[in-house]
């Protein structure tokens, strides 16, 4: 009798548990959506020289994708959009784009009737023309109004400047003069000290001894005509590994402008501590100076990236491109003004680059 009731008892717990499973909501086993995926190639910001583009991303097993490329970042001028991609590349019919303009591209993947989110964007720019790099350097000098040494080292500068046939390629020199705290009163330091003392700070020793020079960021030795002028001839034949191209555009008016910088590295080992410096500099400044200088060239005014540069990756082929906007100031001359752009390794000092343009 006591084992027909636990059956009974048994019987009627199965039941119940049956009825609670039977209750419970459905439980869907769908497949879990992959992380998004990974834009390889056309780098971001890149510059390309080819109007067929392999697109490649990082591959997602099991997945097919959707390809996107588009003239504006928010794709809704779209030149592109190709599905069903069952490879993580894609290269497009030669038709698709164009010469000198600015592309942004996305990619998803499909699972089924599952797909992942959008990857990040990534914008690129075709430009057919090449930057190739040119043999020109950058001189450093520092500078003070009070130094009296510093007047032969200067008026070298600007005999250099004035391309007056001191090198054998004065047009291929550029110069940017910072002014330092050796002797106190120096209007020229005074008028930018966060930028004339970054760049003091950089190079050892440059605000104790006046003056102190830097041929691409290597120190040129204690003045002398002759052995500065071999030296800067040396550097002349060489060609640099990286270039530099500038387009700027500027109003008078309003004293402001946006500077486009492209630079691109043709040869040599991928280096991880470049940065780029936008340099504004002044020439034909009058004053008459405690040393008796009466007018200053090449002055550095204003460094428009930040005062230790703006650091930056690029890879041998490459060209990144930036666009920087920028104002002068109502004291500086406008019609004397040069933008000055170069790349800077941070551990060496050597400087990759170097380029110029005038205002306006």
Known sequence: MKIKNIFFVL??????????????????????????TTLLTPQNNSIISTL?????????N???????????????????????????????????LNDSQTYFWRVRGLIGTDSTN?????????????????????????????????????????AVYN?????????????????????????????????????????PNSAIVNPRTFLNGIFMGNYSPAAWTNKINEKLGE?????????????TTSRSGVVNVKINQASGSVLSDLVYHIA?????????????ELHFNNTLRDLVTPPTGQSFNVSVGQTINFNQNYSIDNIIDQ??????????????????????????
């Open 11 to 36: 019987l009627a717990a199965i039941v119940f548990y049956s009825c609670e499973s039977n209750d419970s909501p459905t439980v869907n086993n769908n497949t879990t959506i992959p992380t998004l």
């Open 52 to 60: 067929d583009p392999v697109f490649d991303w990082v591959d997602l």
């Open 62 to 96: 099991g997945s097919t994708y959707r390809l996107q490329v588009s003239t504006t970042n928010n794709f809704t001028s779209l030149i592109l959009d190709v599905s069903d991609l069952t490879i993580s590349q894609y290269e497009p019919p030669t038709t698709i």
């Open 118 to 158: 959008w990857s990040g964007t990534f914008v690129f720019e075709t430009s057919l023309k090449s930057i190739n790099p040119t043999n020109k350097i950058l001189i450093e000098l520092f500078t003070n109004t009070s130094c009296i040494p510093c007047v032969e080292a200067n008026q070298y500068l600007d």
């Open 163 to 203: 391309l007056q046939g001191i090198t054998s390629n004065d047009a291929s020199v550029e110069i940017l003069r910072i002014h330092t705290t050796l002797f106190a009163g120096d209007p020229f330091y005074l008028y930018n000290t966060p930028d004339n003392n970054a760049r003091m700070e950089f190079y």
């Open 239 to 251: 060609n640099r590994t990286f270039a530099i191209n500038l387009m700027n555009v500027y109003d």
């Open 280 to 292: 504004i500099s002044e020439n034909e400044i009058p004053y008459a100076a405690p040393n008796g």
């Open 335 to 360: 019609h004397k003004t040069d933008i000055i752009v170069f790349v800077q390794r941070t551990s060496t000092k050597e400087v990759m680059a170097v380029e110029k343009v005038s205002l306006p």
